[in-house]
């Protein structure tokens, strides 16, 4: 038995949100108690009988009807009852239809259509002879369906017959009075490769019974080209409609500021909607990347959002005066992602992209300036790219069940009510995520429910190996940092293993089957990402061979894969008679051989004698940082008073007397076709000395700086003394920042804050009296020094993995060097605090007041 408040609303204009406050009650046999009592109990079948029919209208639509017949289906196979479909007024039995389907229930009023929110809304209420399911459209009926169902045990975490939970039980009783609406409008996750001849239709079935296909359709891809090949004979009779660049009028940015150009728009987008009056919206987004047009005329226009905009908003004026309920798409994206000066049209419908922020605007400052300009938010999210992540686990944010958790329920808050993910076919690492996600886009409540969400899929998908794979789904969780290495991948093989031996039914066995063959994926993965010459060549076709074979899994996303993959190294190739094209029985390198029993089992075999496990534990320590002087390390002057690094460098300074200046130097815009991402913006905070967590933060002083390459001079300002926190946010150009020495200056650098330091860089840090080991997780090559100066341990460039280091009797209590290093060196069993010199470093007090006795 369980009872939910639903609370949602919206101020977002042009959608007629309002709030809405439904009870739910809802018992299936396991539960009982006072609520039950209070509604009507049902029963749909008994002994293995049904005991009511499915009802519907005479002249119910084909799409009702195929959704009665799914409940019918399952019904049957969750009971073993035989369910007759039968014509009625809906009065008694499972009524499944429209209000108007059954005039009788008096329904239309409650289920009316008077706005976008209500397309989705839909009624379950049991009553004393039978159940209603009724929805306002006809998607609403099959959302009403499958929330049913989900109530009565079934579930399709993943896509395929292998990730469906159906429950057995002979006889089936609900209480349940309930009308739902969605909190996001439009809820898409979607396959930036797009989908296969073999996973199109379960990824089809997974979003209708998962409810993320939406009753709005919110159209915002880049469309100009789409523009310009539309109206191909235009465009050749007027080339001034394309965007002028030096000199030539050649852009697809087009030239906005020519009425003649933005009248052949609007025409386009009224044939648009007069070839289908069924269509919700038109994008007006720009195509991608830059190229503007250079006229005199385009520039009067102001910023580029401004001309983008502009545009946009024409279009939606002149389709408002033709139609009803029809709306303009748009990202703030890339160069046009900066808030326009201009109001937004109260029909064109922004979507605000997480990534590729020009003009260093942070993502709220995006949110809230378009919100300002009277904008309709929808969020455009990265829960998986595959260039970026490679189905690797927990490196996508679908991976990271904190990060859904997060902001959903945030940016709704912000005022979005549109979500479009781009994600990918890979289920093994973020299927989870994607499941998650699927259930708080519709109820934000359910962003408290996560971890019984999580406890729910382990139960259900795994039984007696639930242990096993909590500790499985624990290592690829984003939120965990998992980082690829011997490690990772020996901890995950060893799950599998003492998972697969208490599997009792072919399905768990089955879905563990299909992780062990991801993990192998994520094994081929690295043996290839580690290797040189023709051994990398052999290690990619071995990659690419076992991604085809596997792909009907739908763990990893082949088609990402095969296409995409080679296009990025130019140290490997596919040979003519193997590409993506050539069909299998032509092909070499694929393969749809099944895969047997004793294979899997061999996989997890030499998957686990072959990758170690670390053999040294994480060693917690604070955050209260104090100067290292009190220890009376040998002094040593540091190579360099700087380092350069990209995105958002931390330093951790100490103040001895205030009023202080801190003087800094910072050269930004190191990479020239970044300077377009705003100033360097350098922030001075106080922080508390048992956290650095934002709230426990002080802003202090504010500095910026150009991104021009130019070395400048910036100051911060205190009037504490004390641990202060240095930020510098360069919008993920690079930067050189550059201090007087002897500045306390101090960069942590652990497993869950590494210092993305760029090119070659040379720091010290502290090992405390009685280390015994030195251990860490290293990329990038480089040496490490003991306090002698002799090189302890020689990084290798290929391979990320976790190191240990013996610290030899006599140079504990000292400090050790980085030397010429690349990449991140995270520690884990020492202070993970590195400075240029001793009388820079900051320690924890606990370290400090350890070993200074």
């Known amino acids: 038995m369980s009872q939910e408040q639903i609370a949602s609303g919206s101020s977002a204009p042009g959608f007629g949100l309002r709030a809405w406050f439904v009870t739910v009650l809802c018992s299936l046999l396991m539960g009982s108690g006072d609520y039950a009592m209070a509604l009507t109990r049902v029963e749909l079948a008994g002994a293995a009988k049904a005991s009511v029919p499915v009802v519907l209208a005479e002249d119910a639509t084909v799409r009702v009807r195929n959704a009665a017949a799914d409940l019918a289906n399952y019904l049957n196979r969750i009971s073993g009852a035989e369910f007759t479909t039968r014509a009625g007024d809906g009065r008694k039995g499972i009524a499944v239809g429209l209000p108007a389907d059954f005039p009788s229930l008096n329904l239309a009023e409650a289920l009316e259509v008077k706005n976008i929110a209500d397309r989705e809304a839909y009624i379950l209420k049991s009553h004393k002879d039978g159940l209603y399911i009724i929805g306002a459209t006809e998607l609403a009926v099959e959302h009403a369906v499958w929330d049913l169902l989900y109530h009565l045990g079934y579930r399709q975490y993943f896509p395929g017959r292998t990730w469906e939970i159906i429950p057995r039980k002979e006889t089936i009783e609900i209480a349940i009075d309930k009308t739902e609406r969605p909190d996001y409008l439009n809820r898409r996750i979607w396959y930036g490769f797009g989908t296969w001849d073999y996973n199109a239709r379960p990824y089809a079935k997974w979003c209708q019974r998962n409810r993320t296909a939406s009753g709005f359709v919110l159209n915002i891809s880049h469309a100009y080209e789409s523009i310009i090949r539309q109206n191909k004979a235009a465009f050749d009779d007027n080339p001034q409609f394309l965007g002028l660049l030096d000199g030539e009028r050649k852009s697809s940015k087009l030239c906005i500021s020519n009425p003649d150009l933005r009248q052949l728009v609007v025409n386009h987008a009224i044939k648009y909607f007069e070839d289908d009056p069924d269509r919700d919206s038109i994008s007006m987004d720009p195509s991608d990347g830059g190229n503007w047009c250079q006229c005199d005329k385009c520039a009067a226009l102001g910023s580029i959002s401004n001309r983008a905009l502009t545009l946009a908003n024409q279009v939606a004026e002149a389709v408002k005066s033709k139609f009803e309920n029809k709306y303009v798409g748009m990202y703030a994206y890339n160069y046009h992602s900066p808030p326009p000066s201009i109001r937004v049209h109260p029909n064109v419908i922004i ?163 299909h992780l062990i063959l991801y993990t192998r994926y994520v094994e081929l993965y690295q043996k290839y990402s580690g290797s040189t010459g023709q051994d990398r060549q052999a290690a990619f076709e071995n990659l690419v ?56 089992a061999d996989y997890l075999r030499r998957g686990i004698a072959g990758h170690t496990l670390r053999d040294f534990e994480q060693v917690h320590f604070s955050k209260d940082f104090i100067p290292a002087g009190r220890l009376n390390l040998t002094k ?218």
């Open 636 to 853: 040593i002057t540091g190579d360099s008073n700087s380092v350069t690094g990209r995105g958002i460098q931390t330093f951790y300074t100490w103040i001895e007397r205030a009023p202080a200046t801190i003087e800094l130097k910072i050269t930004g815009g190191l990479i020239a076709h970044y300077r377009n991402r705003g100033n360097v913006k350098v922030d001075l905070w106080k922080v508390s000395k048992d956290s650095d967590t934002p709230q426990n933060q002080v802003s202090l002083s504010h500095a910026e700086s150009p991104p021009d390459g130019v070395r400048r001079l910036i100051k911060l300002h205190t009037q504490h003394t004390g641990l202060h926190k240095i930020t510098v946010s360069d919008g993920d150009d690079m930067t050189t920042v550059a201090w007087k020495p002897g500045t306390h200056m101090t960069i942590i650098s652990s497993l869950v804050e590494p210092a993305g330091l760029s090119g070659s860089w040379n720091l010290y840090f502290y090992v405390p009296k009685k280390t015994k080991i030195v251990g860490l997780f290293a990329d990038g090559s480089g040496t490490l020094l003991d306090p002698t100066g002799n090189v302890a341990f020689t990084f290798r460039a290929k391979k990320p993995d976790y190191y240990r280091i013996k610290v030899p009797e006599g140079r504990d209590g000292k400090l050790w060097k980085f030397h010429q290093c690349t990449g991140t060196k995270r520690l884990m069993t020492v202070p993970p605090c590195l400075a240029s010199n001793a009388g820079e470093l900051l320690l924890p007090r606990e370290v400090v007041e350890a070993d200074c006795n």
């Open 351 to 513: 979507s605000v992209a997480t990534a590729f922020i020009k003009g260093g605007y942070t993502l709220d400052e995006l949110i809230a300036g378009w919100s300002k300009q009277g904008a309709t938010i929808g969020m455009r999210e990265y829960y998986a790219v595959f260039p970026w992540d490679h189905d690797l686990p927990g490196q996508a944010r679908g991976s990271d069940l904190d990060y859904l958790k997060r902001t959903v329920p945030e940016f709704h808050a912000k005022g979005a009510r549109f979500l479009s993910a781009e994600s990918s076919d890979n289920w093994g690492a973020n299927g989870l995520g994607y499941y998650v996600a699927s259930r708080i886009l519709w109820d934000l409540d359910e962003a408290e429910n996560v971890d019984l969400i999580v406890d729910d899929f382990l139960t259900n998908a795994f039984g007696p190996a639930k242990k096993p794979m909590t500790q499985f789904y624990d290592l690829i969780n984003g939120a965990n940092n998992p980082l690829l290495s011997d490690d990772l991948i020996g901890r995950m093989y060893r799950q599998l293993q003492k998972a697969r031996q208490l599997a009792d039914t072919p399905q768990i066995r089955e879905r563990i089957n």
């Open 545 to 600: 061979r076992h991604g085809y074979r596997m792909r009907k899994t739908m763990m990893v996303h082949t088609k990402a894969l095969y296409r995409d993959l080679v296009t990025r190294d130019s140290n490997v190739n596919i040979p003519e008679d193997a590409v993506f094209s050539v069909p299998e029985e032509k092909n070499p390198w694929k393969s749809s051989v099944p895969y047997a029993d004793l294979e899997l």
